[in-house]
């Protein structure tokens, strides 16, 4: 049985309740229904889910925040952690300082997250940012995979975008529709059960899996950020040709559970006309501007710690 199912199971035993409750509750159900998208450039991907609704993002971004920190202090311990001034960390700061001005236009949210970026030693290919804008990468992913800066983009939007369309505040709500069942129209007028679903799954959010929906949707938002930001869509097709290769049949974490490379890999395909534009327009304002470096002084997104 589907979350949907599960969701609107109960109404059948529900027949004699008074027509006002019924209204009000099916009414607040209505509201969650996220608009589509109107048209617009770049990729269309629909609005962000309506189980992600169910949860509030104050909740999920504070539990985030306190994990990532914790996840911070362990590997500080375990003289894991990169310096602030590591080439990596530096490179992967400047890239992300790129990505982050373009990010509002997908959840308003961003523009008051505390961004933060760091690098952790690691031979994992993984990567991964947490709601509220915290992100990491593990050393494995730029050693082994040997990613050009447009590649490392490609991973990045990509992580990025899973915070930008809540895509853990969705599965968090999806979590809590599925066990609140019969009591979810009452809840949805007080919280009550819907908020302790922060408390029950927010320690999962470092392991938390998403569908392959959500995987494909990150691809091209992820990709258009990139595009929007100077960093060429088409090393979406050769990140994922690495990806493939270094799968050699135990698939590394980053990649267990995301669709295959050759599907990741003709979606992309499919949607570069609609973002090469962006990233060409780009390269044509960067050409004709030619402003020298020292009469740019942009407000940089991720704080040098």
């Known amino acids: 049985m589907t979350p949907f199912q599960t969701l609107f199971r109960p109404l059948g035993r529900l027949r004699q309740a008074p027509a006002w409750l019924l209204a009000l509750s099916l009414g607040g159900l209505v509201g969650l229904t996220s608009p589509l998208a109107l048209a617009r450039e770049g990729v269309d991907v629909g609005g962000n889910s309506a189980f992600s609704k169910l949860v509030p ?3 999920v971004e504070g539990s985030a925040g306190q994990q990532y920190a914790q996840m911070l202090q362990q590997a500080a311990q375990k003289n894991a952690l990169a310096p602030k001034d590591h080439p990596q960390v530096l490179r992967l700061r400047a890239i992300a300082n790129r990505l982050i001005p373009y990010a509002v236009a997908w959840n308003p949210r961003a523009k008051n997250w505390r961004w933060e970026v760091n690098l952790i030693a690691s031979p994992q290919i993984n990567a991964f940012c947490m709601p509220g804008g915290k992100i990491a990468f593990y050393s ?3 050693d082994k995979l040997k990613l050009s ?3 490392v983009a490609m991973v990045m939007g990509h992580e990025i975008a899973h915070a930008l369309r809540e895509h853990a ?3 968090m709500g999806k979590n809590a529709a599925t066990n609140i069942g019969a009591s979810l129209l009452t809840q949805v007028l007080g919280l009550g059960q ?3 679903t922060v408390t029950n799954y927010g320690a999962q959010l470092l392991t938390l899996q998403f569908s392959r929906s959500n995987e494909t949707e990150a691809d091209l938002v992820g990709m258009e950020l990139a595009a929007r930001a100077g960093f060429n869509p088409r090393a979406g ?3 994922w040709q690495k990806m493939s290769a270094a799968n050699k049949g135990a698939p590394p974490q980053w990649l267990s559970t995301h669709p295959s490379g ?12 609609r973002v090469m534009p962006l990233f060409e327009a780009t ?6 501007k030619e402003v020298p470096a020292s009469d740019v002084a942009p407000k940089e997104a991720v704080p040098k710690d």
């Open 140 to 142: 494995g992913i730029l």
């Open 262 to 273: 050759n599907t990741r890999i003709a979606e992309i395909e499919t949607n570069l006309p």
């Open 283 to 288: 390269q044509k304002d960067a050409s004709a």
């Open 149 to 151: 800066d447009d590649e």
């Open 194 to 196: 819907v908020g302790q």
């Open 169 to 171: 505040r969705e599965r």
């Open 57 to 59: 993002a104050d909740s």
């Open 237 to 239: 097709v050769t990140l």
